[in-house]
């Protein structure tokens, strides 16, 4: 089982800064997709970044530049920092991992079918 625990969401003004962290425990593979997705009421969950195990990344059109996702490997945390935050980036931040990840299968980053494990989610709200 693997467990996933956001944190670091929080209000900010447009144009402001947010770093969200996601704290992997339990056993994990060493071949994954990690990837943060976010929420607004009565919409489809989006797939925001991703991150795979072999450092290869994957960014929303709509956050491409914006947004950074990385991980500490030896922490077990993935992040988002999130810069030059809009109002339209208000919702709930969640973090989600497939693991393990199998050779040879092909995966959709940005569809939450993707993905066996999920956290509880941070909520973001970004003021104008």
């Known amino acids: 089982q693997v467990q996933l625990v956001e944190s670091g969401g929080g209000s900010v003004q447009a144009g402001g800064s947010l770093r969200l962290s996601c704290v992997v425990s339990?056993?994990?593979?060493?071949?994954?997709?990690m990837a943060w997705f976010r929420q607004v009421p009565g919409k489809e969950r989006e797939g925001v970044a991703a991150i795979d195990s072999n450092g290869s990344r994957s960014y929303a059109t709509s956050v491409n530049g914006r947004f950074a996702i990385s991980q500490d490997n030896a922490a077990k945390t993935l992040y988002l920092q999130m810069n030059s935050l809009k109002p339209e980036a208000t919702a709930m931040y969640f973090c989600a991992a497939l693991q393990p990840w199998q050779r040879g299968i092909t995966i959709i980053w940005y569809s939450r079918e993707s993905y066996n494990y999920w956290g509880q989610g941070t909520q973001v709200t970004v003021s104008s």
């Open positions: 339990g056993y994990t593979y060493s071949r994954y997709c």
